[in-house]
């Protein structure tokens, strides 16, 4: 049986129909932070059950209810969400974390370094620079977890 995580981050207040899209066979979806508008949980949670944190950019009164970090186990695995990389603060190794998810580059990047899965979606929110529109999906099946990068608008 195939479990699939939709990972999505920096949305910065825009959700793309193309995120919709892609999100739309999600099991859970995780974002990780830069939420930008706590409306955008909410039509996540339309398709699915979400995990979300909070990242740098989200102030205000709305942003208190999301934490920094968060840990959830989906499908037998744990999944580490902060969205600064350079603040991991924990060994995840000594955790037992299977996937690190985190977003604040809007570079994506899948890497596994010592067994452990490294997950960056890049932003599926307004264009920064030259870099891709971008999110993420992984698929968990009894014989491991296949992470893909989605593009979501070409150019």
């Known amino acids: 049986m195939t479990f699939t995580i939709g990972i999505i981050s920096d949305t910065h207040g825009l959700l793309r129909p193309e995120a919709l899209r892609v999100l739309a066979y999600a099991d859970h979806i995780i974002h990780g932070g830069d939420i930008g508008d706590p ?79 490294y997950v960056n979606p890049g932003s599926a929110g307004r264009r920064r620079f030259r870099l891709p529109i971008t999110l993420a999906s992984l698929e968990v099946t009894p014989d491991g977890v296949r992470p893909v990068i989605h593009d979501l608008v070409a150019g």
Request: proline share 4%; net charge negative.
């Open 39 to 117: 409306e955008i949980i909410t039509a996540l949670r339309r398709i699915a059950p979400v995990t979300a944190i909070r990242g740098n950019a989200d102030t205000g009164e709305w942003a208190t209810e999301f934490a920094e970090t968060e840990f959830v186990r989906l499908a037998g695995r744990l999944f580490y969400v902060l969205h600064d990389l350079n603040t991991l603060q924990i060994d995840p190794v000594a955790q037992g974390i299977d996937v690190i998810v985190s977003g604040h580059s809007h570079i994506p990047k899948i890497n596994t370094v010592d067994g452990l899965l």
